[in-house]
C-alpha cells in the first residue's frame, strides 16, 4: 500500500469523493449537499486512499462517544477487489481505537456480500437488521439491511504488503 495514502477529506477532495459517491451509488447517492453539510458536523470525520492527487476511495465515521457509526464507504469500481477497502476500514477501526470508542456500528444491505465478508473480516457481527430500508435500483424492490456491531473495537491485526 505504500503508492496509497489516507488523508482527511476536505474541500480540495469533495469533488472526487461526490463522483465516486455517484459512482457506486447511482441514484441513490448522497448528494454534494449532504458531504457538505458532513464536512461541518463536528461529530463526523472522513477520509480518503489516494494514489498522489487521485482520490480512489472514502469512509465516513460519526464519533457519537462511546460508540462509532460507519456512514458511508466506498471504493471507486475500477479499484475494488485490491484490498483498498480493507485499508480504509483497518484505518478507521484504529481510530476508533486509539479514541477509545467502545463499539462501532453500521447498516448494509443484506444482498451486499461483498462488504458483509468484509466487515466479518474485521470482527464485525449481525446484530439487527431493517425491513425494506433499501431501495434497489436496477429493480426497484425494497431490501433488508443488516445492522452490524463491532465490539470491544480491537485494532486489526490485518498486514499490507502491496
Ligand atoms: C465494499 C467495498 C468498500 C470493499 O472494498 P474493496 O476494496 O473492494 O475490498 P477489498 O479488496 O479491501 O476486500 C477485502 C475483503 O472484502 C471481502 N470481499 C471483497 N471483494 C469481494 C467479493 N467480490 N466477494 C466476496 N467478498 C469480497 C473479502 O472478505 C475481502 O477479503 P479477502 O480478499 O481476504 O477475501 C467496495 O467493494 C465498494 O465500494 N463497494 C460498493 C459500495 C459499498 O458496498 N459500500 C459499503 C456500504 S455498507
Redesign the pocket.
Known sequence: MQNYKIHSLNCDYLDQAYEIEQQ?NGNHAWSRQMFLGELNNPLAYYWVVAREENII?FIGLHDLNPEGYITN???KKE?????????LLSFLIEKCCQWHLKAVS???NEN????I??YK?FGFKVEGFIKEYYRNSETGKLENALIMWLHPVIKPEITFTN
Open positions: 457506486i476511495g464507504f466506498g471504493i479499484y475494488q477487489g485490491q484490498k483498498l477497502g480493507q485499508y453500521l447498516e448494509v451486499n456480500l461483498r462488504a465478508n468484509l473480516k
